[in-house]
């Protein structure tokens, strides 16, 4: 059975290497503490905040023993994390550190594609000064660099014809 009579705004969500669940509840900010009780049990978790019962049941049943429970000090939302019941420690472990090694992939990619990055303007800037090569390398191929055309100065032109700025 579930039920939400304080109609508080709650989420549930698994976390980023799928070994937990999250309940996050959003209490306000200023309400006491000592007016919240929340119990966790393998199959619902309940809060009874001021007399209001708030029960849901979880998605997977979890380990109610190694649930944290934390309040926000910023925002007062209260978040429950329990880690899932039928994912045993070794398996947590690997998917960790998959999940680390996928992360670690990532940044190492953005790394290398913004290295890659700079230096392509490093040689586009180098080449626009005109003070070192001619030619510009692009994609293995090296194009020559056309100049833009520059005005030349006229002498003859006459001052008289052009009108004072006020």
Same mark, same amino acid.
């Given at each position: 059975?579930?039920?939400?009579? @304080? ?66 000090? &910023? &925002? ?23 999940? &680390? ?28 000064? @005109?003070? &070192? ?34």
């Amino acid at each position: 059975m579930q039920c939400n009579h @304080g109609g508080w705004v709650y989420n549930f969500q698994e976390s980023d290497d799928k070994t937990c669940w999250i309940y996050e509840l959003q209490v306000p900010k200023f309400m006491d503490t000592d007016s919240l009780n929340v119990d966790v049990q393998p199959t619902y978790v309940r809060s009874d905040i001021k007399g209001k019962i708030t029960q849901l049941s979880w998605p997977d049943e979890v380990l109610c023993d190694r649930a944290t429970l934390q309040r926000s000090t &910023t &925002t007062g939302y209260l978040v429950v994390t329990a880690p899932k019941a039928n994912i045993d420690d070794i398996l947590a472990r690997k998917m960790r550190l998959k999940k &680390t090694k996928e992360d670690l992939e990532k940044k190492d990619k953005l790394r290398k594609l913004k290295d890659q990055t700079e230096e392509a303007k490093e040689k586009l800037n180098a080449a626009m000064d @005109g003070t &070192t090569r001619e030619y510009l390398e692009v994609g293995g191929e090296e194009r020559k660099i056309e100049e833009p055309a520059r005005e030349k100065f006229d002498a003859d032109f006459d001052e008289d014809e052009v009108p004072p700025l006020e």
